[in-house]
């Protein structure tokens, strides 16, 4: 925070120029005018007295450029006839304002929306337990360097006999059709084991999450499990969804 104060002072100080101008001009004059005395205390008449004083003091307008450069008001000047200057050329061409506005209003608005995606997908970690520790696992072609999922059999061999991870899951998308009050709409979805939230570390907001009993029996239990957002969208982020049995 200290930047924050250092410019609030020199605010302050741009606020208050006029005083210090006055208080530059009256000690340069003092200046002036007492080597003026000692030169015509030393037998010089006051005319060339008063010329010899100031031309050894120096260039009066120089040395106030360099003290309020001191005093940290340079660039606050130079920002605002810089800004003065650029409102002054739109206000001519207002054509032309109006389409540089839009421009850069399409290109952060752009740049906002990409930078959203690319942190969602590749710079955000993920809202689970030591996001850093996990792991994605494939097959690849060397011919053709596509990549392919692991077969379920050799998932369940990796799951009870890896011993490098605390714990193997396994997932594969799907878009099913969810039925509701007599209508059809497409949704998004996975597959995923019965382990799937122990090893991630989530907790469920209200009911219950997959458990590796479910894997025991294939399609004995068909159970789902609703995102935040989407039972918040589909079903009012009514709590009385859990345990009722929805069509997919």
């Avoid at 003092?30 to 031309?55: M, P």
């Avoid at 690849?140 to 799951?159: G, I, K, M, Q, V």
């Avoid at 009012?236 to 859990?242: E, F, K």
Wanted: aromatic residues 10%; glycine residues 8%; hydrophobic residues 40%.
């Amino acid at each position: 925070m200290e930047w924050l104060g250092e410019l609030w002072r020199r605010l302050g100080m741009l606020v208050r120029r006029s005083q210090f101008d006055a208080d530059l001009e009256a000690e340069m004059r003092l200046h002036v005018e007492l080597r003026t005395k000692e030169n015509t205390e030393a037998g010089i008449a006051l005319d060339e007295a008063r010329h010899a004083a100031q031309r050894r003091f120096g260039n009066t307008l120089l040395l106030k450029e360099v003290s309020r450069e001191t005093w940290g008001w340079h660039w606050l000047e130079t920002l605002a006839q810089d800004l003065q200057y650029g409102l002054r050329m739109m206000r001519r061409s207002p054509g032309f304002t109006a389409a540089a506005v839009l421009s850069l209003a399409l290109g952060i608005g752009a740049n906002t929306a990409i930078f959203t995606l690319i942190n969602a997908l590749l710079l955000k970690m993920l809202p689970v337990h030591e996001p850093q520790q996990l792991v994605w696992m494939g097959r690849s072609s060397l011919e053709t360097n596509d990549a392919h999922s692991f077969p379920y059999p050799f998932y369940r061999e990796l799951r009870d006999h890896n011993s490098v991870f605390s714990g193997v899951l396994c997932y594969t998308g799907m878009s099913p059709s969810l039925n509701v009050n007599g209508s059809s709409e497409r949704v998004s979805g996975e597959l995923v084991s019965g382990n799937y939230f122990d090893v991630l570390g989530v907790k469920p907001y209200i009911g219950r999450l997959f458990t590796p009993d479910d894997d025991k029996t294939p399609g004995a239990e068909r159970v789902a499990v609703l995102s935040y957002g989407f039972w918040t969208r589909q079903f009012g982020a009514d709590p009385g969804i859990v345990g009722k049995v929805i069509h997919l």
